[in-house]
T-cell receptor
């Protein structure tokens, strides 16, 4: 079975500072990896995902994540954050290939961007 | 597109009462997921439907919980009788296909409080 560890439950940063949200997973098979974002009082939205190919994936709003197989990590980064990035971020993993539907989510990291 | 619709958005009930949560998936999506989110346990998959058929209900906590999907545009999650430990945010999500590569689209959630 897969599992996900998000090492930081809360990350406070100042506006325009860089940020990294850490995610490690455990799995003995190939995986798909995801970052979802949850704004206050809303459902989760997909931010970006790694399925195969290039290990660096990007979102439309400036976030990026790099799949590191040797370190079993999928950390999320942004070089300069905005107030509007304040949200909870969830890393998720699923078994790759075939008809695998199940996502396993981490506990989430609350990113708070202060002015 | 209206997105995934859930009702009610908030529900407050007393222990022992029956609670019914409702979900309308995105039109054309054939996979539907019910999740529960709590501070202690994070986001947990309760049940997964594909083409209106329950495929995996291993996450349903106990017999007090039941879920149905009578047609492609409607699903319910029922708790009878409800208990205070059922207090949580319940999310419905839908996707196309049966593969975890597919993006899951989440509804806004139902915040359930059982007194």
């Amino acid at each position: 079975a897969q599992s996900v560890t998000q090492l930081d439950s809360q990350v406070p940063v100042f506006e325009e500072a860089p940020v990294e949200l850490r995610c490690n997973y455990s799995s003995s098979v190939s995986v798909y990896l995801f970052w979802y974002v949850q704004y206050p009082n809303q459902g989760l939205q997909l931010l970006l995902k790694y399925l195969s190919g290039s290990t660096l994936v990007e979102s439309i709003n400036g976030f990026e994540a790099e799949f590191n197989k040797s370190q079993t990590s999928f950390h999320l980064r942004k070089p300069s954050v905005h107030i509007s990035d304040t949200a909870e971020y969830f890393c998720a993993v699923s078994k790759g290939g075939g008809s695998n539907y199940k996502l396993t989510f981490g506990k989430g990291t609350l990113l708070t961007v202060n002015p | 597109d209206a997105g995934v619709i859930q009702s009610p958005r908030h529900e407050v009930t007393e222990m022992g009462q029956e609670v019914t949560l409702r979900c309308k998936p995105i039109s054309g999506h054939n996979s539907l997921f019910w999740y529960r989110q709590t501070m202690m346990r994070g986001l947990e998959l309760l049940i997964y439907f594909n083409n209106n058929v329950p495929i995996d209900d291993s996450g349903m906590p106990e017999d007090r919980f039941s879920a149905k999907m009578p047609n492609a545009s409607f699903s319910t999650l029922k708790i009878q009788p409800s208990e205070p430990r059922d207090s949580a945010v319940y999310f419905c999500a839908s996707s196309i296909g049966q593969d975890s590569k597919a993006t899951q689209y989440f509804g806004p959630g139902t915040r359930l409080t059982v007194l």
